[in-house]
Antibody
Framework: QVTLKESGTGILQPSQALSLTCSFS??????????VSWIRQPSGKGLEWLAD???????GYNPSLKNRLSISKDTSNNQAFLKITSVDTADTATYYC??????????????WGQGTLVTVSS | DIQMTQSPSSLPASLGERVTISCRAS??????LNWYQQKPDGTIKPLIY???NLQSGVPSRFSGSGSGTDYSLTISSLEPEDFAMYYC?????????FGGGTKLELK
């Protein structure tokens, strides 16, 4: 059974760095083809993909935030991490991690965590 | 980035009704279109991948269709648990992008 759970800094001030952890079970990030993504959702708004990290340490970042994002993984402990630097109030959102699935030409976010709320406020 | 436009943004409907939600991409996405359901508690569940493939465990009253730039999600007969937010998402082109969402609510 695949599960994912996010954790991180609940409340932080503008200009600080946000650190998020995705702890998962039921799969390994060392298995060929496996990727974990971060996606966020401001309250009452839509979903925004942020970044991916894959089994081969390949990484992808949303160009709109690329300079502020850093994704990494700890394969031994089944965790993936996201760091966002220089946060401001626009980064207030629920942050989700998700595991991608691939089948032939199809790519989708097949498993999702419950999300963790991050609030940026002075 | 490919822009995804969903319509309607809000859809009042009754139990047992058949409903369709539309999703239009700003350019062709070669069927690489996925649908997700989000409940009020924030839980997100994949429903359909690659236009028309049902995710394991999803009831058969959900179906998807489309091609090119235009796609749709149909629920054949609404059940109480179907009242939620629905999002489309394209994965044909980097970065993956989502539609703005459709709120399916009880009439």
């Amino acid at each position: 059974q695949v599960t994912l759970k996010e954790s991180g800094t609940g409340i932080l001030q503008p200009s600080q760095a946000l650190s998020l952890t995705c702890s998962f079970s039921g799969f390994s990030l060392s298995t060929t083809g496996i990727c974990v993504s971060w996606i966020r959702q401001p309250s009452g708004k839509g979903l925004e993909w942020l970044a991916d990290i894959c089994w081969d340490d390949g990484k992808g970042y949303n160009p709109s935030l690329k300079n502020r994002l850093s994704i990494s993984k700890d394969t031994s402990n089944n965790q993936a991490f996201l760091k966002i630097t220089s946060v401001d109030t626009a980064d207030t959102a629920t942050y989700y991690c998700a595991r991608r699935a691939r089948r032939y030409n199809a790519n989708w976010f097949a498993y999702w965590g419950q999300g963790t709320l991050v609030t940026v406020s002075s | 980035d490919i822009q995804m436009t969903q319509s309607p943004s809000s859809l009042p409907a009754s139990l047992g009704e058949r409903v369709t939600i539309s999703c239009r991409a700003s350019q062709g996405i070669s069927n690489n279109l996925n649908w997700y359901q989000q409940k009020p508690d924030g839980t997100i569940k994949p429903l359909i991948y690659y236009t028309s493939n049902l995710q394991s465990g999803v009831p058969s009253r959900f179906s998807g269709s489309g091609s090119g730039t235009d796609y749709s999600l149909t629920i054949s007969s609404l059940e109480p648990e179907d009242f939620a937010m629905y999002y489309c998402q394209q994965d044909a082109s980097f970065p993956p992008t989502f539609g703005g969402g459709t709120k399916l609510e009880l009439k």
